[in-house]
């Protein structure tokens, strides 16, 4: 499998950077605002964001975890069920405005269960959604408010987000998987 670094820990730093700069300029009162980090990475993701924006604006921007694996339409009829982990949103997002966050944005699909899971606890203002990576191929039609990086890719490729939160470092890995035989 070929592996290229599409984004070094320097370019990583400057693009949360940016997205905070566009977060803050497009919602002028950032007292409304709320993270909500989709598990796993985007929740490294969320609070990375709360700290710059704490640190740009001195304010504490409330910051959720939110868990989707009982929200996806994938998991019938697979052996090898995921581990289910609890949200974390200990705030009230009624009448917030929440910035969902991703790493990477690909078929719709995990957006979609986020956005269910997400009325579920509370009825937001608005939700706007933020990614690191947007890579096309999306199935529903879903559209990132915020996007760190556009990568246009093959579907059979897979971008594999670093965070030194959980990784050895800050960085976006595009991968060339082995192209596999379809069986009818």
Do not use: C, W
């Not at 497009?26 to 909500?36: G, P, T, Y």
């Amino acid at each position: 499998m070929k592996r290229a670094k599409i984004i070094d820990a320097t370019t990583f730093s400057r693009t949360v950077n940016r997205v905070v700069h566009e977060i803050l300029e497009r919602n002028k009162v950032a007292e409304q605002l709320a993270l909500v980090g989709i598990r796993n990475r985007g929740q490294f993701l969320a609070r990375r964001l709360a700290a710059k924006i704490k640190e740009m604006e001195n304010i504490d921007v409330p910051v959720g975890i939110l868990d989707i694996t009982l929200y996806r339409d994938d998991l019938h009829g697979r052996l090898d069920q995921p581990k289910l982990q609890s949200s974390e949103i200990l705030f009230d997002i009624s009448g917030k405005v929440i910035v969902l966050v991703d790493d990477v944005l690909f078929t719709g699909r995990t957006v979609r269960s986020a956005l269910n899971a997400l009325m579920d606890i509370g009825r937001p203002a608005l939700i706007q959604l933020l990614v690191l990576i947007d890579r096309g191929h999306r199935e529903l039609p879903i559209k990132a408010d915020f996007i760190g990086k556009s990568v246009p890719t093959a579907i059979q490729q897979e971008v594999q987000v670093m965070m030194t939160d959980v990784d050895e470092e800050d960085a976006v890995y595009l991968n060339d998987a082995e192209l596999r035989e379809v069986k009818p």
